[in-house]
């Protein structure tokens, strides 16, 4: 059973534009998320993290937001750049060894 | 700072061989997690070390999967014998378990297929 999921598996978005990725979990517990950005042939990379006390976090282009009583997390790039383009995973974790839950990956494709 | 290292990073071998992955956590990290990428499941946890011992190997797939971590620094994920369904990327991450809510770092994986 997956704790978390992300129900798309690709998105396509026009460079310039914004890229919302969504993700959904089940498991009441967690209380730290995180989305992490994979390029082809290399390791996840850390991205942005929420703590459940916040619904927001922002960092440059990238903002999370986090709505508790739905149980889901999105990521939003405004404005979406080529090099965007990555497959994105989003994780969650009930702090416990900082043990993570990870979805199934979106990939992301911004087009020129 | 060196980051997770993975070796080998490909790695092809035949139906019924061991096949030996390892990994070099960051230094001070005390979490060790190892997991599988296939295009139907996403990034599967297969086992975690804390302090180098091991905590959850639930996600081991069978007994033909064996993990170890003698000391803090190196850690190895074995296959034997090995099978085509093996065929996947094996991803290697730590984290400084001590402090609490610190993404994992990840190594660059080691692509395997078996013939």
């Known amino acids: 059973d997956q704790q978390v999921k992300q129900n798309s598996p690709s998105l396509s978005v026009q460079e310039g534009r914004i890229s919302i990725l969504n993700c959904d979990y089940t498991n009441s517990m967690f209380d730290y998320f995180l989305w992490y950005k994979k390029y082809p042939a290399e390791g996840p990379t850390f991205l942005i993290s929420?703590?459940?006390?916040?619904d927001k976090n922002e960092d440059g282009r990238f903002t999370v937001f986090l709505n508790k009583s739905a149980k889901h997390l999105s990521l939003h790039i405004v404005p979406s750049q080529p090099g965007d383009s990555a497959v994105y995973f989003c994780a969650a974790s009930a702090d416990n060894f900082n043990k993570f839950y990870f979805g199934s990956g979106t990939k992301l494709n911004v087009k020129p | 700072d060196a980051g997770v290292i993975q070796s080998p990073r490909h790695e092809v071998t035949e139906m019924g061989q061991e096949v030996t992955l390892r990994c070099k956590p960051i230094?001070?990290?005390?979490?060790l997690f190892w997991y599988r990428q296939t295009m139907m499941r996403g990034l599967e946890l297969l086992i975690y070390f804390n302090n180098n011992v091991p905590i959850d190997d639930s996600g081991m797939p069978e007994d033909r999967f064996s993990a170890k971590m003698p000391n803090a620094s190196f850690s190895t994920l074995k296959i034997q014998p090995s099978e085509p369904r093996d065929s996947a990327v094996y991803f290697c991450a730590s984290t400084d378990s001590g402090r609490s809510n610190q993404p994992q770092h990840f190594g660059d994986g080691t692509r395997l297929s078996i013939l």
């Open positions: 230094s001070g990290h005390n979490s």
């Open positions: 929420i703590s459940s006390i916040k």
